[in-house]
């Protein structure tokens, strides 16, 4: 590593690489502004068919604001959103849903007081003509999901309350409703944070799998380790702009570290 | 965690094989894991207790008259006004707000009904038969209405209901007496409403029917159907209900709006029943529905509570006071025991909690 230097706020952003075809979710020139702080400023980014993108960067960077634009909670100030090639607007969290985007979130986006079944289908509930809820059908379905996508240690009724799991039993269960619902990309912001190293590995190994079978996913992590696993290419991002992308053929840990720390 | 998705029925099998075992607990260690699990859990077993130590009280004295025809009549339309004002509160709360406003709505709204009930001809048995039906659709519109308010404020400008509410119940109590005065105000609907909301089955009071009717609709809204799954996730977590895509504005607005209106129907009944409306008659009432969802298992900062919870608090509030009433206490033992059964039915929900 060479010595560190900082980067002038005057320095262009980078572009970076052009996408491939017709990305399923490209963001052109995006600008978040909270007051007078601007979270993202000129922001590029994209997501190809059945690849891993990883979005890197120190805290602050951005990186979570970008993820809730993606998600639709959190609509951008300014720039443009395309799904399929196509120009949307994402206001909400139907908006993302209908473009296929599911997020795991950071900050576990669980209700303590609910159980299993309840978290997995909030929002989406089965329900019988009227709007009552069809307590049958979505029990089997979580025993399903609970069963196939992800198994989680020591759940093994879906009518537990989530407070009642551990850490890692609760972001498994995030995991697996996110799973069970995404269509084309799967997000995760910071995913592995609550898990321990076997559950991590576990987790990544899925996310491969889930590329082979032709769902993309955007893996934000601090553990540029966990990126070179499983990720196809890198994004670093500092101060709410893009300021290094490679496919994984054209870098190394070393130079994704480098340009993580020197900004 | 292990993460597969290889043969999805076999690796379902260990989930099957523990809700198996569930289904097949004993009666006992299925009212156990209840008892434990449930936010009302605690509640019910001291409801349960009072109850036996009271009849067993009243079998082996006769002069405590609890089992009288008279008294059980007596209770259960006590308990109607002030139970179904708690459906509305308690489903606000399970939403994460608080509506201090439903003591004030309560005498308001059954004053514009009364008011218009007289004016429209429907006062007295001769009365027009439709003038009180009308009177009290306005009656629960305004209450509706004025539910819908405090939702908006409070969530437009982002302040604690807790304040909005605060201003809204001093607010409808100037309101009554700017609109009617401080005298008491006759209520005396025509035939059928009269009986309809004010008849009695045997021993039964139409108030304590209609308390049942609207327990068993919000029992079937909150615990059974979309909107009551979205009360419990804005009021448990609402970032995460956000990012799930709950618009937690529209469902707290639709919690707030069923608190008016309960407030409002609870005002008119008790009125029904009384057949006059003192302008100050709920005060304080707003405490006592917010006292009731707590003791009923409630939390304060919302997401837990159930309807039973609030039946078993309100129930449990007017047993008290009536065995109290009974045994001739002084009307102050009441705020006391009601004071020390707040504090100890949080402690023993807490407590039942832990363990389970």
């Known amino acids: 590593m060479t010595a560190i230097e900082t980067i002038a706020p005057s320095e262009p952003p980078v572009i970076g690489l052009?996408?491939?075809?017709?990305?399923?979710?490209?963001?052109?020139?995006?600008?978040?502004?909270?007051?007078?702080?601007?979270?993202?400023?000129?922001?590029?980014?994209?997501?190809?068919?059945?690849?891993?993108?990883?979005?890197?960067?120190?805290?602050g960077a951005g990186k979570s604001t970008l993820v809730k634009m993606m998600s639709g909670i959190n609509?951008?100030?300014?720039?443009?959103?395309?799904?399929?090639?196509?120009?949307?607007?994402?206001?909400s969290r139907a908006d993302s849903e209908a473009a296929g985007v599911e997020t795991i979130y950071q900050d576990i986006a669980l209700v303590d007081a609910m159980s299993i079944t309840r978290n997995i289908f909030l929002g989406r509930e089965i329900v019988k003509p009227g709007g009552f809820l069809d307590h049958r059908a979505m029990e089997e379905k979580t025993i399903e999901i609970l069963g196939s996508a992800v198994q989680i240690s020591g759940i093994d009724d879906p009518e537990k309350e989530v407070g009642f799991l551990s850490g890692g039993q609760?972001?498994?269960?995030a995991i697996a409703r996110a799973v069970h619902f995404k269509r084309n990309i799967l997000l995760l912001d910071?995913?592995?944070?609550?898990?321990?190293?076997?559950?991590?590995?576990?987790?990544?190994?899925?996310?491969?799998?889930?590329?082979?079978?032709?769902?993309?996913?955007?893996?934000?992590?601090?553990?540029?380790?966990?990126?070179?696993?499983?990720?196809?290419?890198?994004?670093?991002?500092?101060?709410?702009?893009?300021?290094?992308?490679?496919?994984?053929?054209?870098?190394s840990i070393d130079e994704v570290t480098y340009h993580v720390i020197r900004t | 965690m292990t993460m597969t998705q290889s043969d999805p029925v076999a690796s379902s099998d260990h989930i099957r094989a523990a809700i198996d075992t569930r289904n097949q607990r004993g009666p006992l260690v299925k009212l156990r894991d209840w008892i434990t699990s449930r936010p009302e859990g605690g509640i019910a077993v001291l409801f349960v207790t009072v109850q036996i130590v009271v009849i067993a009280a009243a079998l082996a004295n006769p002069q405590f008259r609890y089992l009288s025809d008279a008294n059980?009549?007596?209770?259960?339309k006590a308990i109607a006004p002030l139970g179904i004002m708690a459906l509305g509160v308690g489903v606000l709360?399970?939403?994460?707000?608080?509506?201090?406003?439903?003591?004030?709505?309560?005498?308001?709204?059954?004053?514009?009904?009364?008011?218009?009930?007289?004016?429209?001809?429907?006062?007295?048995?001769?009365?027009?038969?439709?003038?009180?039906?009308?009177?009290?659709?306005?009656?629960?519109?305004?209450?509706?209405?004025?539910?819908?308010?405090n939702g908006y404020v409070t969530l437009k400008f982002a302040i604690p209901s807790f304040i909005t509410t605060l201003g809204a119940m001093l607010m409808w109590k100037g309101v009554t007496l700017f609109y009617h005065g401080a005298t008491s105000l006759r209520f005396k609907p025509s035939e059928p409403f009269a009986t309809l909301f004010g008849g009695s089955v045997g021993i039964v009071h139409a108030s304590i029917i209609w308390f049942a009717i609207a327990a068993a609709i919000f029992w079937a809204m909150l615990h059974h159907h979309?909107?009551?799954?979205?009360?419990?996730?804005?009021?448990?977590?609402?970032?995460?209900?956000?990012?799930?895509?709950?618009?937690?504005?529209?469902?707290?607005?639709?919690?707030?709006?069923?608190?008016?209106?309960?407030?409002?129907?609870?005002?008119?009944?008790?009125?029904?029943?009384?057949?006059?409306?003192?302008?100050g008659g709920g005060q304080g009432l707003e405490l006592v529905a917010i006292a009731a969802c707590v003791i009923g298992g409630h939390a304060l900062m919302g997401g837990r509570g159930s309807i039973l919870g609030i039946v078993l608090g309100t129930a449990l509030m007017f047993t008290i006071q009536d065995v109290l009433l009974l045994m001739r206490a002084p009307g102050f033992y009441f705020e006391m025991f009601v004071g020390l059964l707040i504090v100890l039915a949080v402690i023993m929900n807490m407590a039942i909690r832990r363990r389970g």
């Open chain 1, 190 to 251: 910071e995913p592995t944070s609550a898990l321990s190293v076997r559950e991590t590995e576990h987790l990544l190994a899925y996310v491969r799998e889930l590329r082979d079978q032709g769902t993309s996913s955007v893996l934000v992590t601090h553990n540029i380790y966990h990126a070179f696993q499983v990720c196809d290419r890198f994004v670093v991002m500092s101060h709410g702009q893009k300021v290094f992308e490679a496919a994984k053929a054209d870098t």
């Open chain 1, 170 to 173: 609760k972001q498994a269960v």
């Open chain 1, 75 to 91: 609509p951008p100030t300014s720039g443009t959103i395309l799904a399929n090639g196509k120009e949307v607007q994402f206001r």
């Open chain 2, 93 to 149: 709360m399970i939403a994460g707000e608080f509506d201090l406003s439903v003591g004030s709505l309560y005498s308001f709204c059954a004053i514009v009904t009364a008011t218009l009930t007289a004016q429209w001809g429907g006062d007295g048995a001769e009365g027009v038969a439709w003038a009180p039906f009308a009177a009290a659709a306005a009656g629960l519109a305004v209450g509706t209405a004025a539910g819908l308010l």
């Open chain 2, 72 to 76: 059980i009549a007596v209770m259960l």
């Open chain 2, 226 to 279: 979309r909107i009551g799954n979205h009360f419990f996730a804005v009021g448990g977590n609402r970032q995460a209900a956000v990012a799930i895509g709950i618009n937690p504005m529209k469902t707290k607005l639709i919690a707030f709006g069923l608190t008016g209106f309960m407030a409002a129907f609870a005002g008119i009944i008790a009125g029904t029943r009384v057949s006059s409306i003192q302008p």
């Open chain 1, 18 to 59: 052009a996408p491939v075809g017709t990305p399923l979710l490209e963001m052109r020139d995006i600008v978040k502004r909270y007051g007078s702080f601007t979270a993202l400023n000129g922001m590029n980014f994209h997501v190809n068919d059945a690849e891993v993108v990883a979005l890197l960067g120190d805290n």
